[in-house]
């Protein structure tokens, strides 16, 4: 038995040197929090002090700073278009830094930035019918069921609400919510508004608040006033995690030595009180 006990012994070291691994499933709490800027030349007015979109950015920092590590955040821009300046990551500087970037031009394209920020999230393409398409009239695409669902992962919209492209972004949000994503849109600017001067011609903006509370009805979210602390950070603790299950890959070479190691012992050990001798 001594010699089979060390041969076992050495056969567990020699498994050890090629450092396996074994896959054990761990239980964590993710989500996904798209944040969707309006870069609309809008942004520029001074409504809020000292500009909508400082303004906007100061909110998307306080929702930033209260998400727990284990939610990815992603940046999306949209004026003319919507555009991901930051994919979904865990990186919290570099979510900053995309923030500290954005810089206000173009239209509003708000039903973009929806269908943007919902493709960062479901990993496919997201497409409304535009009018006049064939076979709709700003509806749905039928493929809209196939997103699957994601109901630990939300889309909190910084904007004005004044929406002057297709597609429609109460259509977006209403494709959003059978993919279990709701949006929190923020409302970034005053109901009284004010004027701008774009390209040498006045434009009068102001906040179009109903638009934003109809985004948010049809998503089960929740709209706020950007000017709101209080009500921004229970924008930042709604968000809904779910627990993921994930295989995660361990080196096990420490507990082979170990077991090679108790078994010299007790082979040396039966040597020593059977013969007399270590081997």
């Not at 076979?135 to 939300?154: N, R």
């Not at 004027?195 to 906040?207: H, K, N, R, W, Y």
Request: avoid cysteine; aromatic fraction near 4%; proline fraction near 8%.
């Amino acid at each position: 038995l001594p010699p089979a006990l060390l041969l076992g012994a050495l056969v567990l070291l020699l498994a050890a040197l090629a450092r396996p691994e074994i896959g054990v499933p761990l239980p964590r709490r993710e989500g996904t929090v798209m944040l969707a800027f309006d870069v609309s030349s809008s942004m520029t007015a001074t409504d809020l002090t000292p500009t909508r979109m400082d303004a906007a950015k100061a909110a998307a920092r306080t929702v930033v700073e209260r998400q727990p590590p284990t939610v990815r955040i992603g940046v999306v821009a949209f004026g003319s278009s919507g555009l991901v300046t930051q994919q979904p990551t865990a990186d919290r500087a570099s979510v900053l830094a995309a923030i500290d970037r954005l810089q206000p031009a173009g239209g509003t394209a708000l039903g973009s930035g929806l269908q943007t920020s919902l493709s960062a999230i479901t990993g496919k393409p997201v497409l409304v019918d535009a009018p006049g398409s064939p076979g709709g009239s700003g509806g749905i695409e039928p493929q809209g069921p196939d997103l699957g669902y994601h109901g630990s992962a939300a889309v909190v919209v910084f904007s004005d609400g004044e929406n002057t492209a297709e597609p429609d972004p109460v259509d977006v949000a209403e494709l959003a919510s059978s993919a279990g994503v709701r949006v929190y849109p923020v409302g970034i600017g005053s109901p009284q508004g004010t004027v701008i001067e774009v390209d040498g011609f006045q434009l009068a903006t102001a906040l179009d608040e109903p638009t934003l509370r109809a985004i948010a009805d049809r998503t089960d979210g929740r709209y706020v006033a950007g000017a709101d602390p209080a009500a921004l950070a229970g924008v930042a603790d709604a968000i809904d995690l779910e627990w993921k299950v994930e295989t995660e890959h361990i080196e096990v070479t420490a507990l082979l030595a170990a077991a090679a190691g108790l078994l010299v012992l007790a082979g040396f050990g039966l040597s020593l009180v059977w013969f007399g001798r270590a081997v």
